[in-house]
């Protein structure tokens, strides 16, 4: 939760990649053209670049309104029966989209204090979207949007820069961990970005 919490205050959100605009005809009204705002993040994600879009993130609201589009399913109905109705995965949005991956940021969170009554939200706006460039595998000589650096020369600490201790204690009995995380995530090409602010309403 950690970790999504600096995704979404670092990457997903305005202000941090070189383009970022409010969508003008909101991807829920019927007269959107959402795959045609997405072809306009391609391209220019492109130009600044020179390499393609690899993945897009959507916001819980933006990946319903976009799945259910009229747009969407006139791409995928073909075949489609009322026992075996068309149905939308993510794969397909990508191979329309033309990235390499879709992910639907639906991490939640209970905000409230100790104690307190549960109040449970996304960690992500969910009226969102971005488009990203990374690559497959992280290089110091390979391009990308953003990285998240971690620090290794900790003891105990895996890929991720996360160190994990477990104990147990008879006093209060019980088995203890605690973890430990040492990261930096950073933007390295604010061009590398396109960032689609309120796509639904």
Request: proline content about 3%; overall charge negative; hydrophobic content about 40%.
């Amino acid at each position: 939760m950690k970790r999504e919490l600096i995704v979404a205050t670092n990457f997903f959100t305005t202000g941090v990649w070189d383009t970022d605009i409010v969508v003008g005809t909101k991807w829920s009204a019927g007269s959107s053209d959402p795959y045609g705002d997405l072809e306009t993040g391609m391209e220019t994600i492109r130009l600044e670049t020179g390499m393609l879009a690899t993945d897009l993130v959507l916001g819980v609201d933006t990946w319903s309104t976009l799945k259910h589009h009229a747009d969407t399913l006139d791409r995928v109905k073909g075949g489609a029966t009322n026992s075996d109705p068309a149905r939308v995965t993510l794969e397909q949005i990508a191979a329309v989209v033309g990235v390499k991956r879709v992910h639907v940021a639906a991490a939640v969170q209970n905000t409230a204090g100790a104690g307190a009554a549960v109040s449970m939200g996304y960690i992500y706006d969910t009226n969102d979207a971005l488009l990203i460039t990374r690559p497959d595998t992280p290089s110091q000589l390979t391009a990308s949007a953003a990285y998240t650096f971690s620090w290794s020369q900790f003891d105990n600490v895996d890929a991720n820069g996360a160190s994990i201790r477990s104990w147990k204690s008879e006093d209060p009995l019980g088995e203890f961990l605690e973890v430990e995380m040492n990261l930096d995530p950073k933007v390295t090409s604010s061009v590398g970005g396109y960032f689609f602010n309120e796509a639904t309403s």
